[in-house]
C-alpha cells in the first residue's frame, strides 16, 4: 500500500489522546449535506507522527445551522457526530497553511471528553 504523507514534519503535536478507532458504529446517521446555508469540503484526519501529522483518512465535513457535521472515514453522508460549535468547541487554530485543529469538549456520561481533531483541507478550500 503507498506510504501516508506525512505533512507539517516540524510541527509540534499536542499528547492528548486520539480516536484512532473510526469504525462506522451501527446505526450511523444519513444525511446529505443541503445546498443552502452550509460550508462544505472534503478533507483529510491526520494523527499525531513522530515526525509532525499524518494522513489518515479522507471524509466530508460541513457546517449548517451552528453544527459541525464529521462523516465517518470514507463517507460523504455517512455522519459520525455532529458538534455544537458554540457549546463543544473549545478552541480551533489555523496550523500549518491548510489544517485546521479542532479543540473538542464531548459529553461523556456526567463527564465529558476532551476530542482533538486534525483537518488538512485541499489548497484553496480553507
Not at 458538534?83 to 464531548?106: A, K, P, W, Y
Request: hydrophobic share 35%; net charge positive; glycine share 6%.
Amino acid at each position: 500500500s503507498p506510504k501516508a504523507k506525512v505533512i507539517a514534519p516540524s510541527l509540534p503535536v499536542p499528547e492528548a489522546g486520539f480516536d484512532l478507532d473510526e469504525a462506522p458504529k451501527p446505526g450511523a446517521r444519513e444525511r446529505a449535506p443541503s445546498n443552502t446555508g452550509s460550508m462544505r469540503a472534503v478533507v483529510f484526519r491526520c494523527t499525531s507522527a513522530t515526525s509532525g501529522l499524518r494522513r489518515h483518512d479522507r471524509r466530508q465535513i460541513w457546517i449548517a445551522e451552528g453544527r459541525l457535521h464529521i462523516c465517518h472515514k470514507g463517507s460523504m453522508t455517512a455522519v459520525k457526530s455532529i458538534v455544537d460549535l458554540c457549546r463543544e468547541v473549545d478552541e480551533s487554530q489555523l496550523v500549518h497553511g491548510n489544517v485546521i485543529t479542532l479543540f473538542m469538549r464531548r459529553p461523556a456520561g456526567q463527564t465529558s471528553e476532551v476530542k482533538i481533531y486534525f483537518f488538512e483541507f485541499m489548497d484553496d478550500e480553507i
